[in-house]
């Protein structure tokens, strides 16, 4: 079974202070690991697909890396806006056919003070 | 282009009531997948549909919810006799294609009383 293990659960940071978000996964065959951000309230927002180890994927203040274990999402300098939870999740092969299905971890809550 | 559109975004039903929730897919989507998020915990996969077909329902309770995607109209997740278990919110997102990412709805957060 696919699993997905998001680290810190909460992580609380003073704006500018930077920082790093982890994702550990076990799939059978991974297809795609994505990131999402989700606001109060509101749907998952998508982020970054990251496809193979070593592809590192950059969106203004947050870079996104992935080794073949687990995936980094970096926040360089963050702000108050960039409070939310992020969400990681993986999609995986099965049979040579790959499958829409994501498997969600339970999210980090950031929270950026001014 | 409007994003993914969910109606309604709340919904109150008594218990043994039914729910149906809508999901209209991103223009030229033709993937639908329901998501469910019970409050404390994650997003959990329901169901994966591609027009007038259902691709995987592995994450479906067996009882009392079905899905299905019609070749015109939106997807639709039913819940017949709700139970207060079943209050959540139900995320849809829809892709391009099964290897494409998936985008996000706001949700339908559903309360049974």
């Known amino acids: 079974e696919d699993q997905v293990t998001q680290s810190p659960e909460a992580l609380r940071l003073q704006e500018g202070e930077s920082s790093s978000l982890n994702c550990s996964y076990t799939v059978s065959g991974l297809r795609g690991l994505f990131w999402y951000r989700q606001d109060p309230g509101k749907g998952p927002e998508f982020l970054f697909t990251l496809y193979s180890a070593g592809e590192e994927k950059e969106k203004e203040r947050l870079k996104a890396t992935l080794t073949k274990k687990e995936s980094f999402l970096h926040i360089t300098a963050p702000k108050p806006e960039d409070s939310a939870t992020y969400l990681c999740a993986v999609q995986a092969y099965a049979g040579g056919t790959s499958y829409g299905k994501l498997t969600f971890g339970q999210g980090t809550i950031l929270t950026v003070h001014p | 282009n409007a994003g993914v559109m969910q109606n309604p975004r709340h919904l109150v039903r008594r218990r043994g009531q039914e729910a149906r929730l809508r999901c209209s897919p991103m223009?030229?989507?033709?993937?639908v997948y329901w998501y469910r998020q019970l409050p404390e915990e994650g997003l959990k996969f329901m169901v994966y549909?591609?027009?007038?077909?259902?691709?995987?329902e592995s994450g479906m309770p067996k009882e009392r919810f079905s899905a299905e995607f019609p070749k015109e109209g939106p997807s639709i997740l039913r819940i017949q006799q709700v139970v207060r278990g079943d209050s959540a919110a139900y995320f849809c997102?829809?892709?391009?294609?099964?290897?494409?990412?998936?985008?996000f709805g706001q949700g339908t957060r559903l309360t049974v009383v």
């Open positions: 223009k030229g989507h033709s993937h």
């Open positions: 997102a829809s892709s391009y294609t099964g290897d494409t990412e998936a985008f």
């Open positions: 549909l591609q027009k007038e077909n259902i691709i995987d």
